[in-house]
């Protein structure tokens, strides 16, 4: 079982629709994390952390569900340029350098 | 560009050959971590400096990878006898101690192994 699991898509949705992407983490002792967003043929850069409160950034909201283990990535109003793949990262031991456990990303392609 | 940069971007190169990568990390952070990345799926964490200090290394690192990084500056990667199984992406990132959480990525060496 991967350590990180996602739905890998693709999600395919019109320009303005509001689109959910979930993914289950496995170690219960997981202590960060995050979304990255990653473009065809270029690197994953950091879209947002997540937070056991929720958080909301523009369109973006990101949850945490620590009891269920799982993560989960809303985008309202979606925009052609969010077409990409999302990311869910976590960091296992703070302390041990902050190596990112990557899933295998959700595609998202948003149509006109 | 003051971000992380990585060399060569592309490597095509014949099994059992040996292959080098360079990464030169943003100059103030300390931190920097080799992934690798097949298609269709997330990057895989390899290794990790602090400095020049190489502190973590993932099973996935077989004794025909090393990596260094000499002067806590730039750091290589290398593969040796290389085989079809080793074509990936290989990302380099960085990070200061005062926001290890956000990793800065690198474009990335594209590595084909025929």
């Known amino acids: 079982r991967k350590e990180v699991e996602q739905d890998p898509g693709p999600f395919n949705v019109p320009e303005g629709a509001t689109v959910a992407f979930n993914c289950t983490y496995s170690n219960s002792a997981s202590q960060s994390f995050f979304w990255y967003r990653q473009d065809c043929r270029k690197e994953p850069k950091l879209l947002m952390s997540?937070?056991?409160s929720g958080n909301e950034d523009g369109r973006f909201t990101a949850q945490l569900n620590r009891a269920s283990q799982y993560i989960s990535l809303l985008i309202r109003d979606s925009k052609l340029s969010d077409s990409a793949t999302y990311l869910c990262?976590?960091?296992?031991?703070?302390?041990?350098?902050?190596?990112?456990?990557f899933g295998g990303g959700t595609r998202l392609m948003v149509k006109p | 560009d003051t971000g992380v940069s990585q060399d060569p971007r592309h490597k095509i190169t014949k099994r059992g050959q040996n292959v080098t990568f360079r990464c030169d990390p943003i100059?103030?952070?300390?931190?920097l971590y080799w992934y690798r990345q097949t298609l269709g799926q997330g990057p895989e964490f390899l290794t990790y400096?602090?400095?020049?200090?190489?502190?973590?290394k993932s099973r996935l690192l077989s004794d025909r990878f090393s990596a260094e990084r000499p002067k806590g500056s730039f750091s290589t990667l290398e593969i040796q006898r290389t085989e079809q199984g080793d074509s990936a992406m290989y990302l380099c990132?960085?990070?200061?101690?005062?926001?290890?959480?956000?990793?800065?990525f690198g474009p990335g060496t594209r590595l084909t192994v025929t």
């Open positions: 990262v976590v960091i296992v031991n703070n302390n041990a350098g902050n190596m990112l456990t």
């Open positions: 100059s103030e952070h300390n931190r």
């Open positions: 997540v937070y056991s």
């Open positions: 990132a960085s990070s200061s101690d005062r926001s290890t959480y956000e990793q800065y």
């Open positions: 400096f602090q400095n020049e200090a190489q502190l973590e």
